[in-house]
């Protein structure tokens, strides 16, 4: 009878140690769906930046998009995600400026014609993404060190015609120990 009684202790315990593995894998696998929706939307580019939180089953979306349907589109398709019952829509969409667009190409030509940079420019989604609003400039995303970081800032913020400066860079290393 002791047998039995060890025997079932020992089974729920397992039962809810797999509960408990099983929610933490759920929610690495929620946010990693997360974030490949948002990078293989279609009109995601170097002048946009998204983000997300996820606390429990709701994730909030932040960042700049300088099309309003890219804002719908990135919502849809995060709502979409399985594990996600709720999605709070914080994208901010830039205004339209002929003058943000030609120092967003600027910007673009300073950073990612600098040697050393340009790696970051390769593939579907760059590294650097590149916020205009206003004439205020803003760099997101990450990159691999310091050098880079601060090399990319200095030829953003060379750039004329721009009001100031932000250089939200992260470095790789930080970025993995953040998470």
């Known amino acids: 009878m002791l047998f039995r009684r060890h025997l079932y202790a020992a089974v729920i315990g397992l039962l809810f140690c797999g509960v408990t593995v099983q929610a933490q894998v759920t929610r690495e696998q929620t946010i990693d769906k997360v974030r490949s929706a948002l990078v293989k939307l279609p009109y995601y580019s170097v002048y946009d930046h998204l983000a997300y939180k996820l606390e429990g089953r709701t994730v909030t979306l932040m960042g700049a ?16 995600v ?22 967003r190409r600027a910007v673009y030509r300073a950073v990612y014609s600098r040697g050393g940079l340009e790696k970051y420019a390769l593939g579907a989604n760059p590294s650097i993404h590149i916020i205009v609003e206003n004439g205020n400039v803003t760099l997101e995303g990450v990159v691999a060190n310091e ?25 790789e290393s930080e970025s993995s120990n953040a998470e």
């Open 82 to 103: 399985k594990g996600v019952e709720e999605v709070v829509n914080n994208i901010k969409v830039l205004p339209l400026s002929s003058a943000d667009d030609q120092i």
């Open 147 to 171: 050098t880079d970081k601060n090399l990319a800032g200095i030829q953003a913020r060379g750039v004329g015609g721009t009001f100031t400066f932000k250089n939200n860079l992260r470095v």
């Open 65 to 80: 998009v300088t099309r309003p349907t890219l804002k719908k589109d990135a919502e849809a398709v995060v709502g979409d």
